[in-house]
């Protein structure tokens, strides 16, 4: 039963453009959300988080939008660029497990110069 | 940010053989970490939470006679697969929260079981 979905395996943009990632969750219980970025044989990196009681949270060109109704968020990267392309995992976790992550499948998303 | 380190960052083994990685949280203690596995073009899948001092809670259909994990202080834990076999080769990864909102991930293990 896979609770956090990334239906998009792979996405491809143009520098300069907007990285929009989707993220879809069934599990109403999670109330945290993150993305990690990810290199082929290296540890997720984290990039912006945000908690169920935001829709919105921005650190410099990345923006993630939470919608509860819809269980739903997504990652805004603007402007793309080529450094950016890597593997994209949504993460969510729940306040009564601390720390436990449970991941989506993962976006590769593809930044062309 | 925190750091968060494995050993080894890739190992290759005898079916039938044991081998342990070894996770570390460099700079702060860390009362929980995680291990994950990720298979090629796969999710991380959560395998089991360490705790230090008791023991080790493992995710539905991970075996824990398997998979040893001992979290021997509040900087290390290790991860044994013992009587390892072809279908266990995998990247492994271990996590050490520093609090609820913040989590580190160690660089990977890949592990391959001839």
């Known amino acids: 039963d896979q609770q956090v979905k990334q239906n998009s395996p792979s996405l491809s943009v143009q520098e300069g453009r907007i990285s929009i990632l989707n993220c879809d969750y069934t599990n109403s219980m999670f109330d945290y959300f993150l993305w990690y970025k990810k290199y082929p044989a290296e540890g997720p990196t984290f990039l912006i988080s945000i908690s169920s009681i935001k829709d919105k949270n921005e650190d410099g060109r990345f923006t993630v939008f939470l919608n509860k109704s819809a269980k739903h968020l997504s990652l805004h990267i603007v402007p793309s660029q080529p450094g950016d392309s890597a593997v994209y995992f949504c993460a969510a976790s729940e306040g009564t497990s601390y720390g436990k992550l449970t991941f989506g499948q993962g976006t590769i998303l593809t930044v062309h110069p | 940010g925190a750091v968060v380190s494995q050993h080894p960052s890739w190992v290759i083994c005898k079916s039938g053989t044991s081998v342990k990685i070894e996770c570390r949280s460099l700079d702060f203690q860390a009362t929980t970490m995680f291990w994950y596995r990720q298979f090629p073009k796969q999710s991380l899948m959560l395998m089991a939470t360490s705790n230090e001092g008791s023991k080790a809670t493992y995710e539905q259909g991970v075996e824990k006679d398997k998979f040893l994990i001992n979290h021997a202080s509040l900087t290390l834990s290790t991860l044994t697969v013992t009587s390892a076999h072809p279908e266990d080769s995998s990247f492994y990864i271990c996590?050490?929260?520093?609090?609820?909102?913040?989590?580190?991930f160690g660089p990977g293990t890949r592990l391959t079981v001839l």
């Open positions: 996590s050490a929260p520093l609090n609820r909102n913040e989590q580190f």
